[in-house]
């Protein structure tokens, strides 16, 4: 069965610190899509990334980057010097490919960033 | 923007009532999904549909019932509201294919059952 941890249910840092979210999956299903959503004080869902099961590279966008790795059915995600305006929820969800393609959320990250 | 509208998106009504919420989209995408967000539990599946007339039940089914009748129209009705159902709905959509598997998002629909 589709399942998605995410352990930190809300994590505060000061400005400029970097700070990592975790996400682990699980699933039965080889081929998968694993996603990033954030959903700041106005409560819209913003998409983040997609990476599929077959694509392990890291990926870096400005200054988040996103940390794939199989072996450890995880998927973390880096804020690199934090900003205030990262304060938001960071869902990660899982979709397996194929059939019904089923979207699995975790409960979320709350990440308030202090000036 | 994605083409994806939620409606109503506020209501309040009174336990015991049916609602229906509507989601509509104009990508024509394959899936739709509905959930209820809640503090502490993230965004959890009532139903989702991989075509028309083809839906299947979420974690959290109990209490509601879902129609597609068309491509674009995905249906949740509270067959009869109560007030653990008070929530904010999120309807989704998404596409088929490699390049095509993000999931767009409604702006949501406040729902208080009182």
């Known amino acids: 069965a589709q399942k998605v941890t995410q352990a930190q249910t809300e994590i505060s840092v000061v400005e400029k610190e970097d700070v990592t979210l975790d996400c682990v999956y699980e699933t039965r299903d080889t081929t998968y899509y694993l996603f990033w959503y954030k959903q700041p004080p106005s409560g819209e869902l913003v998409f983040l990334i997609r990476?599929?099961?077959?694509?392990?590279q890291n990926e870096i966008s400005g200054r988040y980057s996103w940390n794939f790795q199989k072996s450890t059915s995880s998927f973390n995600f880096t804020i690199t010097a934090s900003q205030v305006v990262d304060s938001a929820v960071y869902f990660c969800?899982?979709?397996?490919?194929?059939?019904?393609?089923?979207?699995?959320f975790g409960k979320g990250t709350k990440l308030t960033v202090n000036p | 923007d994605a083409g994806i509208t939620q409606s109503p998106r506020h209501k309040v009504t009174e336990t015991g009532t049916p609602v229906t919420l509507r989601c509509h989209q104009t990508e024509n995408h394959r899936y739709m999904y509905w959930y209820r967000q809640d503090p502490g539990h993230g965004l959890r599946l009532i139903h989702y549909?991989?075509?028309?007339?083809?839906?299947d039940k979420g974690e959290v089914s109990d209490g509601y019932s879902v129609s597609r009748s068309k491509t674009e129209d995905f249906l949740l009705t509270l067959e009869s509201a109560t007030s653990s159902q008070t929530s904010v709905y999120f309807c989704a959509i998404k596409g088929t294919g490699w390049m095509n598997t993000e999931a767009f998002f409604g702006q949501g629909t406040r729902l208080t059952v009182v």
């Open positions: 969800a899982l979709s397996e490919q194929g059939g019904s393609e089923k979207l699995v």
């Open positions: 990476r599929n099961s077959f694509d392990e």
């Open positions: 549909s991989y075509g028309v007339k083809d839906t």
